[in-house]
């Protein structure tokens, strides 16, 4: 023991001294916990405390750790060839692409595969600016999109999060100027009223002659805030983007793949994007790796114009390692009836959070799909907060005033249930610590 102790205070040292980690400073301001290993629906300290996995390490590893078939599918792909260049070659991801036009939305034609999030979303800002250009509209140029909206943290993607409570604004006086509507009403289940529907029709009517595109997450607003809305909205975008001739980019990076309840949140709304963008759950969390979907108008507009090339090529891209195991994460899913199995996930946290609303403390709890929210009245005091997560057994990470968790879909009903008794444990602990 006192040598696995010597050990991670030797490792943490490092890792303060030299490691940038995710949104934090360095040295970060409270120590990282030091992970050994990862199994099923748990992550393992390097003292050997088992943590419950509530994030599925940000969304991505939905399927737990160290799952057979995915790492039966890496194991065989990288037999053959862990990388060649895209250019000019083919590979497995002709076989991913097949599984994937199979199971997008209606209209979803052709992909562009890419190295990360942000990167797709940064290939669907550029493609439809590309294709407006194509289409003989070279005055739209700008992007519009909601508040309380997150699309990464490359460039342009920053351009179109929220540039008040988002995560740049330090960067604001240099990005490009986009453009901003009101974050969609909360309320899954809510009406738009007649003034949400003006304000959204107005603001089309008097910007569409600049705008390219419009980028929304779909019914979930992720690291924006956890807010869920209405599918009526999504259909309003839909039929004004397609009066205007905006491009409508759905990012269900986060919520693609079953998040949501649906397999695709659109499905919620009946609705098909222009362009889509999908990643996270795409590689069950073993690869970094995404993709930008769009339509065969979109796709065939750009290739028969002067400027017939998208004009963007990662090194990665393609790789096939990572579309080996893409195809055995799209396999799992489907054998999941992902519908019936985020269903029975949205009743048990529903009814293992319930009693969290009566805290002092507590502004809300929301559930929808695989999703579940505590909304606190105040940001919470994460050196705090994590000590007694680690306590309890289990691993969440907070932002702001929002403690939410994503479990990975494997995981057993009385899994789930402890997860959520521990977490309503530490929330009532903390606030309770707190006064």
């Not at 590893?61 to 060839?81: C, D, F, W």
């Not at 289940?189 to 997450?217: C, H, M, P, V, W």
């Not at 979907?293 to 790789?319: E, V, W």
């Not at 309890?392 to 939410?404: C, D, E, Q, T």
Request: hydrophobic content about 40%.
């Amino acid at each position: 023991m006192t040598e696995s102790l010597s050990s991670t205070k030797s490792t943490n040292d490092f890792d303060q001294q030299h490691l940038w980690h995710p949104y934090a400073s360095l040295p970060p301001t409270y120590p990282n916990i030091v992970i050994d290993h990862a199994d099923g629906i748990y992550i393992v300290t390097q003292d050997g405390t088992r943590l419950i996995d509530g994030m599925s390490s940000w969304w991505a590893s939905v399927h737990g750790y160290n799952h057979p078939k995915l790492n039966a599918a890496i194991i065989e792909q990288l037999g053959k060839m862990a990388h060649v260049m895209f250019g000019g070659l083919t590979h497995q991801a002709i076989d991913l692409g097949k599984k994937l036009l199979s199971i997008v939305p209606a209209g979803l034609d052709a992909i562009f595969y890419a190295d990360s999030g942000s990167i797709a979303v940064e290939v669907a800002l550029k493609m439809a600016l590309q294709y407006q250009i194509a289409a003989k509209r070279p005055d739209k140029q700008q992007f519009a999109s909601t508040h309380s909206g997150y699309y990464g943290d490359t460039w342009h993607a920053m351009s179109v999060c929220d540039p008040i409570n988002g995560m740049h604004s330090l960067y604001g006086k240099q990005l490009p100027m986009q453009h901003f509507v009101p974050a969609p009403p909360m309320g899954f289940e809510r009406d738009i009223s007649q003034s949400e529907y003006d304000e959204l029709t107005d603001f089309f009517d008097k910007n569409s002659d600049k705008l390219a595109g419009f980028i929304i997450e779909p019914i979930i607003q992720g690291a924006g805030g956890m807010r869920f809305y209405s599918p009526q909205y999504l259909q309003l975008l839909r039929k004004l983007c397609d009066k205007y001739k905006v491009v409508l980019i759905a990012d269900e990076i986060a919520t693609g793949f079953g998040r949501s309840g649906k397999l695709f949140a659109c499905e919620h709304a009946s609705i098909s994007p222009d362009i889509m963008t999908i990643g996270k759950a795409l590689t069950g969390g073993y690869m970094t790796f995404a993709a930008t979907l769009c339509t065969r108008k979109i796709a065939d507009t750009i290739s028969q114009s002067d400027y017939p090339a998208l004009m963007h090529g990662p090194t990665f891209m393609g790789n096939p390692l990572a579309c080996a195991v893409a195809c055995a994460s799209i396999d799992l899913i489907l054998s999941y009836d992902i519908e019936a199995r985020t269903a029975n996930m949205q009743r048990t946290m529903e009814q293992q959070l319930a009693p969290a609303v009566l805290l002092e403390g507590v502004a809300e709890v929301r559930c929808l799909g695989a999703v579940a929210v505590i909304e606190l009245h105040d940001a919470v005091e994460m050196p705090i907060f994590q000590a007694l997560l680690i306590e309890n057994g289990i691993w969440v990470r907070p932002f702001g005033k929002l403690v939410y968790i994503m479990p990975p879909y494997v995981i057993a009903d009385d899994e789930l249930a402890t997860l959520c008794q521990a977490l309503l444990k530490v929330v009532s602990i903390y606030l309770t610590q707190k006064g």
